[in-house]
């Protein structure tokens, strides 16, 4: 399925809210009727909750059904983009991402856990699942960033295999953009599609991860929002979690999802930060039009939110046995 192509279910509420994990179809583009802002939900102690960024079905899922069992969030977060990781068809993660202009492909992932902790790496090859690496980095080193080789070489101490992320497919579309190199990062267009994935466990416990390739046939060494604390990714188990995708040097500008964790922790909710911390970007002109940002964000009780500059962005959503695609509203109408 092109990642670009909503997933929807056929059985659309009258909110407009698709819900079941079965019989899942495509649609292009979201009619303004679909947009649905995330309901108000108090969720038990016993409940879990799982949220991912864009058509991310399978690895939203993959969390929640792990959750269902019991497991902590950090290890559903984990193993959930692992599968879009491994999915050599989704161009923007792990192996098959699209490389930079020079034909590397460098990925970035960060991850953090209940405690408040955290682990990176940035501009990693050769390694599929980073957002693992990530995991390692925070758990087994005393350090919270590592970067390029380094962070290669110590994946292969901790038992990571070493493996060619071009792929045929990614390599002959890659040839292609050489033939004209225009660098263009398009709306909702596949050179920029993150997974973050934020999930709260039974115990009420939240983590968090983001893991991409970036921007498309980006600069050689760039590095985006996603793998950074506070722009890509903040939790704060008191108060909640946010996470962004979109063009990454906007967001590290306003440290976005650092604002939207504060700004629930000042009484907003998920769905409201969001929408403020998308302001703070649009407010500062109109370059925005050229770009694509939107986060999502849950809280404590289980209230979550989504909110972008642009039409094009879903949230998936896996709560109590029950998966959604939560199609978000937008900004610039
Ligand atoms: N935020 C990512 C970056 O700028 C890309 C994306 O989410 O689409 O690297």
Redesign the pocket.
């Known amino acids: 399925m092109n990642r670009r192509k909503f997933i929807q279910n056929t059985a659309l509420t009258g909110a407009g809210i698709a819900t079941g994990v079965a019989a899942m179809s495509c649609k292009e583009v979201p009619e303004e009727k679909d947009i649905a802002v995330s309901t108000t939900k108090s969720i038990s102690k016993s409940s879990y909750i799982s949220i991912s ?1 864009w058509d991310t079905s399978s690895a939203n899922n993959a969390s929640g059904e792990l959750l269902a069992q019991g497991k902590p969030a950090l290890d559903a977060i984990i193993a959930g983009v692992a599968v879009e990781e491994a999915n050599e068809e989704n161009t ?1 993660v792990g192996i098959g991402a699209t490389p930079d202009r020079e034909g590397n492909v460098t990925l ?1 992932a960060c991850v953090m856990s209940p405690d408040g902790d955290y682990g990176a790496v940035l501009a990693v090859e050769n390694i599929v699942h980073v957002a693992a690496l990530a995991r390692k980095v925070m758990e087994e080193t005393p350090h919270v960033i590592m970067a390029s080789k380094g962070a290669e070489e110590f994946a292969y101490t901790q038992g990571f295999k070493k493996q060619k992320l071009l792929t045929p497919a990614s390599e002959k579309a890659w040839k292609e953009w050489l033939k004209t190199s225009n660098y263009q ?1 398009a709306i909702n267009v596949e ?4 997974i ?1 994935m934020l999930a709260m466990d039974s115990s009420g416990d939240i983590a968090g991860v ?1 893991t ?4 498309g046939y ?1 600069m050689k060494g ?5 793998p950074i604390i506070g722009s ?1 990714l903040f939790i704060d188990n008191e108060v909640g979690a946010a996470v ?6 906007e ?2 500008k306003t440290v976005g999802s650092f604002l939207v964790v504060e700004l629930m922790r000042n009484g907003m909710s998920p769905q409201k930060a969001c929408e403020e911390a998308i302001h703070r970007i649009v407010k500062k002109g109109d370059r925005y039009k050229d770009f ?3 986060y999502i964000a849950m809280n404590k009780t289980g209230e979550t939110g989504s909110y972008a500059i642009h039409k094009g962005f879903n949230m998936m959503k896996y709560q109590n046995e029950n998966a959604e695609v939560i199609i978000s509203d937008y900004y610039n109408k």
């Open positions: 960024t923007t970035d990062p050179n920029h599609d993150t973050g983001c991409t390739s970036g921007l980006k760039r590095v985006g929002d996603s890509g962004a995708t979109g063009m990454g040097e967001v590290l694509q940002v939107a």
